[in-house]
């Protein structure tokens, strides 16, 4: 089935430590977006991307760094220099601004 | 000017009865206008959209209704059931291939 994958479901980090958030996309879309949701909070947009090798900041970007190999591929890393980085974290595919946005089932990253 | 308001921020609403959530935006450039629906532990799923050249879409108890002129765009749910408590956000996409996103309301529908 088409979609987009997020994994880990769960994620728990130590301070001080990078971690890595995965998202995959069978959908063929050009776009992808990686947003924070806080408790009761809407979408922060933190990063996206257009196309292969090429990759846009969004209005929370500080602390956090992505790449854009594969057009199916959209990793996020969360940097130690993320100060709050607890939080539910989803990525999104669109073909373009015009058209919907297909999101995963989040990844929920809790540090300890 | 790239803010999308939102409110209310909750709303409790009998069984049978009709939800209004309410959005407001000031980017006239805005010109596509998304609502969706989220459940608690998933992604966001898009419900409903409309354009600026339209006052209104429905589809099936979900209807937008879009005031072009006072920046203003609304989701009402008709006949609301249980099963339509969840979080709704309405968005708005501006020109940097962005959604921009209000604040997001918890809707509760009573049995």
């Known amino acids: 089935d088409g979609g987009i994958t997020q994994s880990p479901k769960y994620l728990f980090r130590k301070e001080g430590q990078n971690v890595t958030l995965s998202c995959e996309q069978n959908?063929?879309?050009?776009?992808m977006y990686w947003y924070r949701q806080d408790p009761g909070q809407g979408l922060r947009l933190i990063y996206y991307s257009q196309i292969v090798n090429d990759f846009q900041k969004g209005d929370i970007a500080e602390g956090y760094s992505v790449s854009r190999e594969k057009k199916e591929s959209f990793p996020l890393t969360v940097t130690s220099a993320q100060k709050n980085p607890t939080a539910f974290y989803l990525c999104?595919?669109?073909?373009?601004?015009?058209?919907?946005?297909?999101f995963g089932q989040g990844t929920r990253l809790t540090v300890v | 000017q790239q803010q999308v308001k939102q409110s209310p921020q909750s709303l409790i609403v009998q069984k049978g009865g009709i939800s209004i959530i309410n959005c407001a935006y000031e980017?006239?450039?805005?010109?596509?206008f998304p609502w969706y629906q989220q459940f608690p532990g998933k992604g966001p799923a898009l419900l409903i959209a409309?354009?600026?050249d339209v006052s209104e879409k429905k589809e099936g108890r979900f209807t937008i209704s879009f005031n072009k002129s006072a920046k203003q765009f609304s989701l009402h749910i008709m006949d609301s059931q249980p099963g339509d408590s969840a979080t709704y956000f309405c968005?708005?996409?501006?020109?940097?291939?962005?959604?921009?996103w209000g604040a997001g309301t918890k809707l509760i529908i009573k049995p």
């Open positions: 409309i354009r600026p």
């Open positions: 980017n006239t450039a805005f010109d596509y």
């Open positions: 999104a595919s669109s073909t373009t601004r015009r058209t919907e946005a297909f």
């Open positions: 968005a708005a996409s501006n020109s940097n291939y962005q959604l921009i």
């Open positions: 959908l063929n879309h050009d776009a």
